[in-house]
C-alpha cells in the first residue's frame, strides 16, 4: 500500500456539472479527475461486448424526468451495440458525438460496466494512475447499472470506501488523498476483480445517474438540439 497526502477537512462531493460530463462512468458518473478510482485489470473472464438493452437514445435525468435541451449529455447504442455520447458541451451549443467503447460483465445477479482508461480520451483529461511507476498501458473505470424497462440506474464506484478498503489492507493499492483530490488505484488479476465486488460494497448504494429512453431517435435528437441552438422552436 502507498499513501500521500492529509486527510480531508470536508467530503468529496459531485457537482451536477461533473455529473454531466463524466456521467458515462462510465461513465458513467465515473470522473471528476480528482474523486477517481481505477483498477489494473477488467472484472473475470467473461466480459462482453454488447447489451442488448442499452440499444437506443438515453437521456441523463432528473426530478420529473423531462428533457432540457439547452445543457444534456444523451448516450446513444446503435443495432451494431457501438456506444456513443452525444454531448452539448456548452449550453446551447452544438451537440458533439463521442463513440466509446463499453463491455460490460453480467456476475452473481448483478450487471456492470467496464471501460477503458484510454477510451475516454475524447471525453475527459485523464492523469496517470498514482503511484505507479511506470504508468500501465492501460487502466480500468468500473460502474455497476440496473435495467428496469426503460430506465437504467448507474451506481459508480465509491471512492472513498475503496481508499478505506486500501488503507485497511484489504485491497492492494495506492492512494493520493488531499483537501480536494481522492485518487485510488487497485491492483489484482482478472480474478480478483470479479472476487472483489462479491465481497466488498465498493459502489454508490444510491444511483448517482438515471438514464431514461428517449421517445426520439438519434437524428430526431440532434435536429432538436441544432434548432434550439438556431431559436426554434423543436418540432414534436
Keep these: 500500500m502507498n499513501t500521500h497526502g492529509n486527510t480531508p477537512q470536508r467530503p468529496w462531493t459531485t457537482t451536477r456539472g461533473v455529473i454531466a460530463r463524466g456521467a458515462l462512468l462510465l461513465a458513467l458518473a465515473l470522473l471528476a479527475g480528482c474523486v477517481e478510482t481505477r483498477f489494473e485489470s477488467p472484472l473475470g473472464d467473461n466480459i462482453e461486448t454488447c447489451d442488448a438493452r442499452w440499444k437506443g437514445l438515453w437521456i441523463g435525468s432528473e426530478g420529473n424526468g423531462e428533457l432540457d435541451l439547452d445543457a444534456v ?48 480520451a475524447g471525453l475527459v483529461d485523464l492523469q496517470p494512475p498514482h503511484g505507479i511507476d511506470p504508468p500501465p498501458q492501460r487502466s480500468f473505470f468500473f460502474a455497476r447499472y440496473r435495467v428496469r424497462g426503460d430506465r437504467i440506474e448507474l451506481h459508480p464506484v465509491d471512492s472513498k470506501a475503496v481508499a478505506k ?46 438514464l431514461r429512453r428517449s421517445p426520439l431517435d438519434l437524428d430526431a435528437f440532434e435536429r432538436a438540439l441544432r434548432e434550439r441552438q438556431a431559436g426554434q422552436e423543436p418540432r414534436r
Design 165 to 210: 478498503l486500501v488503507v485497511d489492507g484489504e485491497l492492494d493499492g495506492t492512494l493520493e488523498k488531499t483537501r480536494t483530490v481522492l485518487r485510488v488505484y487497485v491492483r489484482g488479476s482478472r480474478a480478483q476483480m470479479l472476487a472483489m465486488v462479491r465481497k466488498h460494497a465498493i459502489f454508490e448504494k444510491k444511483p448517482t445517474l438515471v
Design 73 to 120: 449529455t444523451a448516450f446513444h447504442v446503435d443495432d451494431e451495440c457501438a456506444f456513443s455520447v452525444i454531448e452539448q458541451p456548452e449550453p446551447g451549443g452544438a451537440g458533439k458525438r463521442v463513440r466509446v467503447p463499453l463491455n460490460s460483465v453480467h456476475a452473481h445477479g448483478r450487471d456492470y460496466l467496464i471501460v477503458a482508461d484510454a477510451s475516454l
